[in-house]
């Protein structure tokens, strides 16, 4: 079984003590900077001057700079997913809040490592980046979102991490340790990854596509210039509804049942939404004439049998005006070489077993907490879907 390097978040909930800038003479806070810097090296308690930062100056050429939420494709992404945090983690764990805090600034000009998300990340601007090109007063773009329940004296850290990353992420949600599942409402938020299992699970609750990512021990090198995202079947992109009658009767009734229904359509699952999204972007550049040169492909990869199941999910997709570029029934088969071919920047699944499948061959999986499946304790067992 692969290690997943990733533990559940801890939240900081009531544990956030508000830091106060001492005001001067005349009730303001003290100007200059350089006083700011001495009394946070009092007040916190720091034995070092953070080293200075160098800044990268990034620029969009033209066309659009922040696209209103409800025009974009909002992607929502943790710190945890983002960024490596697991000594940062550590410390909070075992030394508290208020030293968690020190240690933050005390670093703030340590970058970070890349986490499991960032690939991804890189992958949405350069999207970005060609549309702008195309269409460059649209607001049809990617917009992603830094989401984190850390203080926002972390945020310096933060800022400095993704300019030396060069990413282009200007907005940001720093809780201090409250629930940020309204702020993702307000964001009009298409997807959110996250390590912490349980918002993910709450933020599906409100209907949001939500993902808990995993870092693989080794990783697969992927595309600087196409997004690739693969998808799951059942529980992912349809309901459930298929999974029950497998988990509940076989797999021969299983087989009957979708012989019987080929011509009903599946519900839709938590992230048929977010391909929708995939797809509408996809159009913009098959309609400047780059369907064979798009850089977003999609792919379904399914535990289904082709000829025996798989003709229900291809008649949905159609129906619901989704293309999904390439789908591969698997009938039962291992999907972990499947992916490591296909070089995804994430692959969703609503099972554990696939999502360890995934990792083991070096590719970064997102677990989606959803359907019937997951009353199944059991990681490693024959799966049908």
């Known amino acids: 079984m692969v290690k997943m390097s990733l533990d559940p978040v801890q939240v900081m909930s009531k544990q956030v003590k508000e830091l106060k800038v001492a005001p001067t003479s005349n009730g303001d806070s003290k100007g200059s900077w350089e006083e ?142 409250s629930s940020p599942i309204g702020y993702l409402k307000a964001w009009h938020t298409n997807l959110y990854l996250s390590a912490d299992a349980e918002k993910v699970r709450e933020a599906l609750a409100e209907g949001i596509a939500a993902a808990t ?85 999609t792919f379904l990869v399914t535990a289904r049998s082709a000829a025996s199941s798989g003709i229900r999910a291809l008649k949905t997709l159609r129906a619901w005006g989704l293309e999904i570029d390439e789908a591969l029934f698997l009938a039962g088969a291992p999907k972990g070489p499947i992916l490591e071919k296909i070089r995804p920047h994430i692959f969703f699944d609503d099972q554990m077993f696939h999502v360890e499948g995934a990792a083991e061959m070096g590719t970064i999986a997102a677990h989606v907490p959803y359907g019937i499946a997951q009353k199944y304790i059991k990681k490693k067992s024959s799966a049908k879907k």
């Open 36 to 177: 700011k810097e001495e009394f946070d090296q009092h007040h916190l308690g720091l034995t070092t001057k953070p080293k200075p930062v160098r800044r990268r100056v990034r620029k969009v050429e033209g066309g659009v700079f922040f696209p209103k939420p409800e025009n974009a494709v909002t992607i929502a992404v943790s710190t945890r997913v983002l960024f490596r945090t697991e000594i940062e983690q550590k410390v909070f764990e075992q030394e508290g809040v208020e030293e968690y805090l020190r240690y933050q600034i005390e670093h703030e000009n340590e970058p970070f490592e890349p986490g499991p998300a960032l690939p991804f990340v890189k992958a949405l601007e350069a999207v970005n980046n060609r549309l702008r090109e195309l269409y460059p007063q649209s607001e049809e773009l990617f917009d992603i979102i830094l989401v984190t329940y850390n203080h926002a004296h972390v945020g310096i850290r933060l800022i400095n991490t993704i300019n030396h990353h060069n990413l282009f992420i200007e907005r940001f949600c720093m809780t201090g340790g």
């Open 213 to 297: 990512m995993f870092m693989p021990e080794k990783l697969t090198e992927v595309s600087e210039s196409q997004l690739r995202v693969a998808f799951d079947g059942d529980a992912v992109l349809f309901s459930d509804e298929s999974e029950q009658i497998f988990k509940a009767h076989g797999l021969d009734k299983f087989f009957e049942h979708e012989r019987e229904n080929e011509d009903t359509l599946l519900d839709h699952g938590p992230l048929k939404g977010f391909l929708e999204a995939l797809g509408k972007l996809q159009k913009k550049f098959y309609a400047k004439g780059y369907r064979l040169d798009c850089p977003i492909r």
